[in-house]
Every structure is written in structure tokens, then in C-alpha cells.
């Protein structure tokens, strides 16, 4: 395989660039697991970027020989040049930069097929600030198979390093509509017969007493302001997510994960009573 000596390497200046989200088609992957994960989704590979020393183990070296088998082009790279590309302090030592899949609404309509899931269920997160609860979301909403993932405008990017992390792969593999807006999303729920419902501390409704077997758009707003008045009148339905000894609020990936397997619950004993 090519090794890469140069700091100024045109393909390592590429990796930097993709690592600050400065190439808006292409994703910045580190890690085994991810390199994994991107084997297993299918998405496109256009770099790779390997430590000298990387493969000595098993399982690096099966990444490699799957690597190879699908003819991609291997650079190895010296150990302190890779570091000047890695994202995370103690790199496993592989990188992968990747064809970032297309997230606009006409992609996301045309794979939309909420039969086609277990949770009939399209997250929408209004202006997420948190990469990593970005990811840990995503990576609930595949856990649950649920329908679809939205993302509005002013939020965190689905693609950044620590979004792609916390994600473990899922941002690959879902359907993801990002940069939307507010009212649209509304709009498309309606048009969609999906029950607009969020999350809110003066709600009367407990999660659990909601009925989850109806299709719904489930929305989440800021980690800092949640979501305004206006918006809040604009929804159909509210829930809260009762808690003890004071505690105030929870953080969002832990109130969306609460929120999604009680609804996945709820629709598998639907399936059972329905056998």
C-alpha cells in the first residue's frame, strides 16, 4: 500500500478538511467499530488512511482483507502524521473518509415508507445544539426501527465526528431529513396523518398513557430553551415523563430513549394480542 511521509500530503489535508466539516460531501470516520459499520451499511469509501502498525490484531486484520476485497486504495501513514489527521487523542489508527449519503427532503420522501418499520414513529429534533446527543439518539431510533429521523435547522451537525461516534453507524443507515423547517415538518406530519407530539414539564399526560400505536411525530427542542410557546401551540399532543425527588428535567438522548421503547413496547404487545 502507498505511505503517505508528508505532512502536506494532499490527501491528508483532504482528511483534515472532512474531519472540520469543511468537505460538505464527505464524512469523517475514525475508529474499527465505524470502519465496521461503514462495511455494513454500504455507503461509499473514498480514502483510507491505515497506522503502520495497524492489523496486527484479528479483527483489524479482517478490516483490512474486506477492505481490500472491494478494491479500495490503502494509505498507510506514519504515526505522529497520522495523528495530526485523527479526531480522538488515542486513535485506533484507522480513518475512513466517506460519501456522505443524501439527507434533503426529496430523499428522505422517496425512502419513506412508515409500513416498512416496526415504529411508525418520525423523530423530529427542533435546533439540537449536542453532537453526541445527536448521535445517541440516532442510535435509539435504529434500536427501535423507527420510521425516520428529522433535523431542523440550527442544530448540530448529523455528520460531525462526535455525532458519528456517539451514533455507532446509525447515521449511515437511517432515513434523515436534515436543515428542515419548523412549520414544514408540521405540514408533512399532517399531510402524513402523523400526531404531532412533544415532550413538556406542564403536560398532563404521562408518556406511558399515550397511545403509541397511532403514527406520530415525536419532537424534541433545544437542550437550552426547548421548544417556544408558538411552537407549542402549533403541536396536537403533549406527554411528561413523571420523576422523583426533585429532579427537574433529563437529559434529552436518556428522554427520547424513555419516550421510544415505551412506544416500541407498546406496539409489540399489540402485535402479540393481535396473533
Known sequence: MPKITSRENAKLKLARKAREGREKDSIFVEGLRLAEEVLRSGITVKEIFLTEDFGDNERAARLVEALESRNHSINEVAGKLFASIADTKTSQGVILICEKPATDRRRFEARFVAADHRLPVVIFLNEINNPSNLGAILRTAEAVDAAGVVISKNSADVFSPKSVRASMGAAFRLNIWTNADFETVLNWAGEK???????????????SEIDWRRSRLLIF???????????????????IIPMENGVESLNLAVSCGIVLFEAKRQMEKRRESSR
Do not use: M, R
Not at 437542550?223 to 406527554?239: D, S
Open 221 to 239: 427542542g433545544s437542550e437550552a430553551h426547548g421548544l417556544t410557546p408558538e411552537e407549542f401551540g402549533e403541536i396536537e399532543e403533549t406527554l
Open 193 to 207: 396523518k402523523f400526531v404531532s407530539t412533544a415532550a413538556d414539564v406542564n403536560a398532563e399526560k404521562s408518556y
